[in-house]
């Protein structure tokens, strides 16, 4: 169904930007550099929900990913290069229907198919990644978390706007406790590749096998792709479910039922904090943000030993680096001057053995260390009695003198 005059003038005036999809032309808007678009119409269209706005003679909205419309008219050049689209290999007999279906299924984990399917969307550097958050999650994001665990592009995602269409990605457990109307979001620009992999294969068959009991979150498929009754989404991890430096510029954005994006706050990579960026009309979106004032203009994330640091070389000598995409690594400083882009650039961890088990040390405390799972599986869980603390996510505290090939190790990006 196409817009009536008046409706397609209206939002022409606003946008410029005209969709073609399922049979009609829509006034748009464009979500996250053409990844998306938001649709309107003055009348009411099959998908279309109503959610008028002020001022708006364009009542009915839908979105919708780009991979969904036939054509874009008036769209600007793209500002940078495109992140790749999940492609479906030509195949006779099996349409999107079957390859959904595929995906939803850990027996077709080995399907060559559905493999190439999956080995089609990939990360670059550079490539924004989003993690879904609980209001408890955004705390302790504020607060000093790191990136880590479950993710996405978010390419892959940004037609889901809502609260409501976000939920499939949330990987706390607590969908439907919080009774919030508003979803959380950490964006982040990848460092490199290397920091991402896929849960698919030996290495992450364990995750399946957890029971519920032991698990937070959806169910790990072994497909690579999200569960979920509609939606076709590539999912990923952080390499060993590894904390990563936090790049420069990431952001903590909030979507309210009105499907807009709201910036929270954004990170200063040389005051190691937080600034809010969020105006007046918004802060009440962080009203169940527990322990986080809404008036605070500026969030330090402490001092705290972090489990993991960016380090790069420049003239000979080391120096604590960040990422701070798309210009690249540069050495972390306070004046402009000083920032110079490094020769060499590697994410330091480290690495350790508990009863057997390969993990993560993420800090030490009196003798003690908490160690994260790098493999969690149920035997694994089992003899380290580790508690699932987010998808994926094993931890425990072991006495340091139990622990075994405690190592700092190197993971260099190439420059």
């Known amino acids: 169904m196409s817009v009536t005059p008046q409706a397609s003038e209206n939002a022409g005036d606003r946008t410029g930007l005209r969709v073609a999809y399922g049979g009609g032309v829509y006034p748009a808007e464009e979500i996250a550099r053409g990844a998306a678009y938001e649709l309107f119409s003055a009348d009411e269209v099959a998908g279309f929900e109503w959610a008028p706005r002020p001022g708006s003679v364009l009542p009915w909205?839908?979105?919708?990913?780009?991979?969904?419309?036939?054509?874009?008219?008036?769209?600007?050049?793209?500002?940078?290069?495109?992140?790749?689209?999940?492609?479906?290999?030509?195949?006779?007999?099996?349409?999107?229907?079957?390859?959904?279906?595929?995906?939803?299924?850990?027996?077709?984990?080995?399907?060559?198919?559905?493999?190439?399917?999956?080995?089609?969307?990939?990360v670059r550097r550079g490539t924004r990644m989003v993690k879904i958050l609980s209001a408890r999650q955004l705390a302790g994001y504020v607060r000093g978390w790191l990136p880590h665990g479950f993710c996405y592009r978010e390419y892959d995602i940004a037609h889901l706007r809502t609260p409501a269409a976000t939920t499939l990605l949330r990987t706390d457990g607590?969908?439907?406790?919080?009774?919030?109307?508003?979803?959380?979001?950490?964006?982040?620009?990848?460092?490199?590749?290397?920091?991402?992999?896929?849960?698919?294969?030996?290495?992450?068959?364990?995750?399946?096998?957890?029971?519920?009991?032991?698990?937070?979150?959806?169910?790990?498929?072994?497909?690579?792709?999200?569960?979920?009754s509609s939606q076709l989404i590539p999912e990923f991890v952080t390499r060993d479910f590894a904390d990563l430096p936090m790049p420069a510029n990431a952001t903590l954005l909030a979507y309210p039922a009105e499907g807009v994006e709201v910036v929270l706050y954004t990170y200063q990579a040389e005051q190691r904090g937080w600034l809010r960026m969020v105006g007046p009309q918004w802060r009440h979106l962080l009203a169940a943000v527990p322990g986080l004032s809404p008036d605070q203009e500026y969030v330090p994330t402490g001092d705290a030993p972090r489990s993991t640091q960016l380090v790069g070389t420049?003239?000979?000598?080391?120096?604590?680096?960040?990422?701070?995409?798309?210009?690249?690594?540069?050495?972390?400083?306070?004046?402009?001057?000083?920032?110079?882009?490094?020769?060499?650039?590697?994410?330091?961890?480290?690495?350790?053995?508990?009863?057997?088990?390969?993990?993560?040390?993420?800090?030490?405390?009196?003798?003690?260390?908490?160690?994260?799972?790098?493999?969690?599986?149920?035997?694994?869980?089992?003899?380290?009695?580790?508690?699932?603390?987010?998808?994926?996510?094993?931890?425990?505290?072991?006495?340091?003198?139990?622990?075994?090939?405690?190592?700092?190790?190197?993971?260099?990006?190439?420059?």
């Open 61 to 122: 909205r839908r979105f919708v990913h780009a991979t969904e419309v036939t054509a874009v008219h008036g769209a600007p050049p793209p500002a940078e290069e495109p992140e790749a689209a999940l492609m479906m290999p030509a195949h006779r007999e099996r349409g999107w229907s079957q390859m959904h279906q595929l995906s939803q299924r850990p027996d077709a984990a080995g399907d060559p198919v559905l493999g190439a399917m999956r080995a089609s969307a990939v």
């Open 314 to 415: 420049y003239g000979g000598n080391e120096y604590e680096a960040v990422a701070d995409m798309p210009g690249g690594f540069r050495v972390l400083a306070m004046t402009r001057a000083a920032r110079y882009p490094v020769d060499a650039v590697a994410r330091r961890l480290r690495f350790a053995q508990w009863r057997g088990v390969p993990c993560l040390v993420l800090r030490e405390e009196a003798g003690w260390l908490r160690l994260r799972l790098r493999r969690p599986d149920p035997d694994a869980v089992a003899v380290t009695a580790a508690q699932c603390h987010d998808r994926g996510i094993y931890e425990v505290w072991a006495p340091g003198a139990e622990v075994t090939n405690d190592e700092v190790t190197h993971v260099p990006y190439a420059l």
């Open 174 to 228: 607590e969908v439907g406790r919080d009774g919030v109307e508003v979803a959380y979001a950490l964006r982040w620009r990848a460092a490199d590749p290397v920091d991402y992999d896929v849960p698919v294969g030996d290495g992450h068959r364990g995750l399946g096998a957890l029971p519920p009991r032991d698990r937070l979150g959806p169910p790990v498929l072994g497909t690579g792709f999200v569960p979920s």
